[in-house]
């Protein structure tokens, strides 16, 4: 068997993420054995005890302590003082009344999906009276008018999208003319206040 020469390779490409980079951290540096390290002498220090230190006196004056002026307790500043604001909140509507989109006792609202189907206002708040029972709000109402009337539901059923008023404008059209309700709320802030200056 002829023996096999070893075969030709081809040269690596360039790999620049492979390349050795300079550690900047010394936790990132290779590990050395300490015999490979080379030996550094330290350089001898003077000692503290060989130069003894004196302290040098100081004069004290009354020009060089400074001034407090004492205040009396009843008026010293408090540390912050509390200032109220009264900021503007924007709200929700408010919740629906009957009153709220013009409607008043025995008036005829229209079921939307079926126009033979009416129901009566009993007070201003909620109730309404539908084929000859008092529901309390416009929502159960309109579910019996589904059943009533053999269609499918929504999955949710607001009341306001299925009534309409004597003149045939939605509730809901009515409902969304409300504004929200703003409302005023007081903060309190404090401001924190210096300190008594020395004089």
Known sequence: MPSNPKKPTLPKPPTP??????ASNPLQQPVVAKSAKPQVQPTPKASLEETPVTPTPVAVTPESTPKVTALPLSSKPSPSTPTTKSIGVIGRRPDYKHHLV????GDQIVFHKNPTLKASIVDLDNKVTFNGTEY???IPAAEEA???????PPKRVTGLSE?????????RVLYEKLK???ANLTVQTFSA????LHA
């Open 17 to 22: 993420w492979a390349k050795k980079r300079k």
């Open 180 to 182: 929200p309700v703003y």
């Open 136 to 138: 309390d709000g416009i």
């Open 146 to 152: 589904y059943r009533v009337s053999g269609l499918t």
């Open 102 to 105: 013009g409607l008043s006792v």
């Open 163 to 171: 009534w309409r008023n004597p003149d045939g404008i939605r509730l």
């Open 193 to 196: 206040q210096p300190e008594a």
